[in-house]
T-cell receptor, first 115, second 115 residues
Framework: AAGVIQSPRHLIKEKRETATLKCYPIPRHDTVYWYQQGPGQDPQFLISFYEKMQSDKGSIPDRFSAQQFSDYHSELNMSSLELGDSALYFC??????????????FGPGTRLLVL | AQKITQTQPGMFVQEKEAVTLDCTYDTSDQSYGLFWYKQPSSGEMIFLIYQGSYDEQNATEGRYSLNFQKARKSANLVISASQLGDSAMYFCAVWPLGSARQLTFGSGTQLTVLP
């Protein structure tokens, strides 16, 4: 079965650079979520989109922005990167914005290292 | 706000034995979903099992079962017949209905299966 696709899988950037992470949800999933997992930590919710509109916002820094496109893929744009942004970034998708029975399926993650 | 507590940072189990990973949660929402995810050392986040707050029966998925005690707000994961490939970090998460569409994770339990 098709899974969530994330690219790139690994990314190395320097401080103050920008990065763009891409996420392609499972087909027919209309909701996308972004999470950040620091070393040794649990994933923290950043932002979500439903039908191309932002639906919820978590602890996403102002330096980060995201959007969902007409084909439902999503991009997380990160500017003025800091050392503390080094983390594993997950994208997840679910099939509907309805209740909690819609499981979030995670992609393999993008491992970002900021030097 | 939601909170998940996983009190076991690390657990060891002998191959072929059963193991229980503890999870307690705190949410003011009446309807919510509880999830367990597995994260191997490779980093991906794998969905294991889901329990709805109004489900009367405990969820089961193959060797995984969820011991759901709503009054105690606990959702322990039971893995039967442990295998070496079960060695991983396990996260419990809650997703409340009618609230922000995000998963809140616990701090995780690192399970090591011994041969």
């Amino acid at each position: 079965a098709a899974g969530v696709i994330q690219s790139p899988r690994h990314l190395i950037k320097e401080k103050r650079e920008t990065a763009t992470l891409k996420c392609y949800p499972i087909p027919r999933h209309d909701t996308v979520y972004w999470y950040q997992q620091g070393p040794g930590q649990d994933p923290q919710f950043l932002i979500s989109f439903y039908e191309k509109m932002q639906s919820d916002k978590g602890s996403i820094p102002d330096r980060f922005s995201a959007q969902q496109f007409s084909d439902y893929h999503s991009e997380l744009n990160m500017s003025s990167l800091e050392l503390g942004d080094s983390a594993l970034y997950f994208c997840a998708s679910s099939p509907t914005a309805g209740g909690p029975k819609e499981t979030q399926y995670f992609g393999p993650g993008t491992r970002l290292l900021v030097l | 706000a939601q909170k998940i507590t996983q009190t076991q940072p690390g657990m060891f189990v002998q191959e072929k034995e059963a193991v229980t990973l503890d999870c307690t949660y705190d949410t003011s929402d009446q309807s919510y979903g509880l999830f367990w995810y597995k994260q191997p050392s490779s980093g991906e986040m794998i969905f294991l099992i889901y329990q709805g707050s109004y489900d009367e029966q405990n969820a089961t998925e193959g060797r995984y079962s969820l011991n759901f005690q709503k009054a105690r707000k606990s959702a322990n994961l039971v893995i039967s017949a442990s295998q070496l490939g079960d060695s991983a970090m396990y996260f419990c998460a809650v997703w409340p209905l009618g609230s922000a569409r995000q998963l809140t994770f616990g701090s995780g339990t690192q399970l090591t299966v011994l041969p």
